[in-house]
Structure formats: structure tokens, C-alpha cells
């Protein structure tokens, strides 16, 4: 069964101070993963993605994430916040299970503090 | 277009009545998902289609809503008397093939 876990539903920083946002998940298939960003009435802007190439991946606006298999996650993180990272954070599944099934995580707002 | 395009921005109904939403995908997506957003930011998944085949109906409350996407024509999301839980932001999203999904802006539907 496939699922998505984002463990923290809440994280605050502050400017400058390096960001983790964590995610694990579950596939009985080989998935491809995904962090999008969602400000304040807006969309969702992807991130990035992985898709069983390299297992370190760079999205944009400096973040990135790593893919481990053995521990079935996919954290994002960020070297150093800036206010204008503050958003909701969602981890995205999605495997090709009897179609091509994509789950949400449940999100987890960032909060960047001055 | 290079931009998922969804109307109208927001909608307000009456409970009872109907709600209709439309998208235009990228253009070249054969991929079309509807997802609906409640306050908690909790995502649900609706409906997918592939061109004008539906692909995976699994999320859908089959007794009120329904989803076309039609040759040269919008995609659309018809809900049939709505009820209050159905206030939510609805997004569309297009993809090709297998791959990241491309979202619109979002409907927010108010039902009064």
C-alpha cells in the first residue's frame, strides 16, 4: 500500500539557520517522489523530484533532497532559510500501481523567523 | 497554453445548488487530475483522466460529483447539489506521461 508520513506538521527557523522538513514513505512499487511549495493562496510550485536516478537531488531556490531507500525517505532541507521560504511543504508519491496513483502528505508549514 | 488554467477563481452557491469548475491543461498533457483541498491543507485525490478517458475515479463521490474532459474543450468538475462540506479549494493538475504533475491556481468554491 502506498503512503506518505511528514512528521513534523509544524517547523520554525530562523533566517540564515539551515532547514529539515522530513518525509517517509511506503510503495510496494518503485515510486517517484516529490517536494512542492504552496504560499498563501497560491498553487502548488514543484520543487523538485526524484525518479530513480540520482538519489540526491536539486531543486530550486536552494533546496534538496535525498532519496534512501533503506529508510523509505525523502527529506528535504535547506542550507540556510530566508523569509520568503515560510509556506506549506508537501511530500508527493506517485507509482504506476494499477494506474498511476499519487498520494499528498499532510504538509508541514514552515515558519522563518527574523 | 504553458500554464494550467482553471475557472473561475472563486464561486459562491447556495447549498443545494450546482457548482461547475473548468481547466485547460498544458498544452501536450495527456494527464488530467482533480484535487480537493480542505481547511486542514489536506489533499484529496478526485478524479484522473487520460485525454478524454477516465483513468482513476477512486476518490469521487459518485452520487454528486462528476468530470468530463472533453476534445477541444475545457476540462470540467460538475458537483450536482452541493453541500456545505464541499467548500474547499479545487486544483487542477496536468502532467505527461508518468511524470511531475503541473498544477493550476485553484478553484475556491464557498458553499453558503
Known amino acids: 500500500a502506498q503512503s506518505v508520513t511528514q512528521l513534523d506538521s509544524h517547523v520554525s527557523v530562523s533566517e540564515g539557520t539551515p532547514v529539515l522538513l522530513r518525509c517517509n514513505y511506503s510503495?510496494?512499487?518503485?515510486?517517484?517522489l516529490f517536494w512542492y511549495v504552496q504560499h498563501p493562496n497560491k498553487g502548488l510550485q514543484l520543487l523538485l523530484k526524484?525518479?530513480?536516478?540520482?538519489?540526491l537531488v536539486k531543486g530550486i531556490n536552494g533546496f534538496e533532497a535525498e532519496f534512501k531507500k533503506s529508510e523509505t525517505s525523502f527529506h528535504l532541507t535547506k542550507p540556510s532559510a530566508h523569509m520568503s521560504d515560510a509556506a506549506e511543504y508537501f511530500c508527493?508519491?506517485?507509482?504506476?500501481?494499477?494506474?498511476?496513483?499519487?498520494?499528498f502528505g499532510a504538509g508541514t508549514r514552515l515558519f522563518v523567523k527574523a | 497554453g504553458e500554464e494550467v488554467a482553471q475557472t473561475p477563481k472563486h464561486l459562491v452557491r447556495g447549498e443545494g445548488q450546482k457548482a461547475k469548475l473548468y481547466c485547460a491543461p498544458i498544452?501536450?498533457?495527456?494527464?488530467v487530475f482533480w484535487y480537493q483541498q480542505v481547511l486542514k491543507n489536506e489533499f484529496k485525490f478526485l478524479i484522473s483522466?487520460?485525454?478524454?478517458?477516465?483513468?482513476?475515479e477512486t476518490g469521487m463521490p459518485k452520487e454528486r460529483f462528476s468530470a468530463k474532459c472533453l476534445p477541444n474543450s475545457p476540462c470540467s468538475l460538475e458537483i450536482q447539489a452541493t453541500k456545505l462540506e464541499d467548500s474547499a479549494v479545487y486544483f487542477c493538475?496536468?502532467?505527461?506521461?508518468?511524470?511531475?504533475?503541473?498544477f493550476g491556481p485553484g478553484t475556491r468554491l464557498t458553499v453558503l
Open positions: 510503495s510496494s512499487y518503485s515510486p517517484s
Open positions: 483522466f487520460q485525454n478524454e478517458n477516465v483513468f482513476d
Open positions: 493538475a496536468s502532467s505527461q506521461g508518468y511524470n511531475e504533475q503541473f
Open positions: 508527493v508519491v506517485s507509482e504506476r500501481a494499477g494506474g498511476f496513483k499519487t498520494i
Open positions: 526524484y525518479t530513480s536516478a540520482a538519489t
Open positions: 498544452k501536450g498533457h495527456s494527464y
